[in-house]
C-alpha cells in the first residue's frame, strides 16, 4: 500500500466571481470585493479576518480577507461570505475572476459596539496583513520545511504508534479533545475507510485540513453538526473513490 504524503492536497487557493454586495465596506473606507466562490475547495473553517494576496488577471496584489457571517451588521447571515479588500485598488470588477491565496490567520471574526471601533480595528488589520506579507517568504519556506519533516515523522513513526499513542498525538498536534478524535475516526469506518493505515492517514490528513489555517492559541470550534458538514465535506473532496 502507497502511504500518501498527509498534507499533499492541501492547498491555499480558490477562485471567485466578484458578485454586488450591501457596499458596505465602501461606505466605512474598506471596500471589498464579495466573492462567490468558484472553485478550490480548502478555504478556512474558522471564520475571521486573513491576509491574502489577489490575482486579478496579470496583476497580483496584498490585502486582507473576512470569511464570516458579518455580525456587526447582520443579525442572522446563514451562509459565509467572503469578502477582500484589496490594497491599492480602485477598479469596478463586478463579474470578473480573482484567485486569492490564503497567507496568514489575524484573527477571530467578532461583533464590534459600533462602526467607529469596527474602522479602527479594520485599519489595524490592514497593518498586520502588510507585515505578514513582507514575511511570506521566509515563513513559507519555514513551513515548507516543517511540513516536509513532519511527514518524514509520520510515515516512518507516527502512523505505526499503539492506539492510544496515536490518538494523544492527534489531540496534542491538532488541538482536538478525545470527543472529536472519536468522532471522526468512528465516522470515516463508517463511511468504508476500513484498512487501519489508510484510516490513520485520512485522519491525519482531515485534521491537518480542517486546522491548517488556525493558530494553536484558537480552540477550534465546529458548532452544531459543523464537525459532520466538514467531515462529508472532505470525505467527498478528498476520499471518495481512492482505493
Not at 473606507?29 to 472553485?39: D, E, K, M, R, W
Request: net charge negative; glycine share 6%; charged share 30%.
Amino acid at each position: 500500500m502507497v502511504i500518501q504524503k498527509v498534507y499533499e492536497n492541501i492547498e491555499s487557493c480558490f477562485e471567485g466571481i466578484v458578485v454586488e454586495g450591501n457596499k458596505i465596506g465602501r461606505k466605512i473606507g474598506f471596500p471589498t470585493a464579495n466573492l462567490n466562490i468558484q472553485s478550490g475547495i480548502n478555504f478556512p473553517t474558522l471564520n475571521g479576518v486573513y491576509s491574502v494576496e489577489i490575482q486579478h488577471g496579470d496583476e497580483r496584489f496584498g490585502g486582507v480577507m473576512n470569511i464570516g457571517v458579518k455580525p456587526t451588521f447582520e443579525e442572522d447571515l446563514k451562509e459565509k461570505v467572503f469578502e477582500v479588500h484589496i490594497f491599492e485598488f480602485d477598479k469596478e470588477i463586478y463579474g470578473e475572476l480573482l484567485k486569492v491565496e490564503i497567507c496568514s490567520f489575524i484573527r477571530r471574526e467578532k461583533k464590534f459596539r459600533n462602526v467607529e471601533d469596527l474602522k479602527k480595528q479594520l485599519s489595524e488589520d490592514c497593518d498586520t496583513a502588510k507585515e505578514q506579507l513582507l514575511n511570506k517568504n521566509q515563513e513559507t519556506h519555514y513551513q515548507a520545511h516543517y511540513l516536509q519533516e513532519f511527514n518524514r515523522d509520520i510515515e516512518t513513526t507516527v502512523i505505526h504508534l499503539p492506539d492510544l499513542d496515536f490518538v494523544r498525538f492527534c489531540e496534542e498536534k491538532f488541538s482536538v479533545n478525545r470527543g472529536v478524535y472519536n468522532t471522526v475516526d468512528k465516522w470515516f469506518a463508517e463511511h468504508q475507510v476500513v484498512n487501519i493505515i489508510r484510516r490513520r492517514m485520512t485522519i491525519l490528513r482531515f485534521l491537518y485540513w480542517v486546522t491548517v489555517y488556525i493558530p494553536r492559541e484558537c480552540k477550534l470550534e465546529f458548532g452544531p453538526k459543523g464537525l459532520t458538514e466538514q467531515l462529508s465535506f472532505y470525505y467527498m473532496n478528498h476520499v471518495k473513490g481512492e482505493k
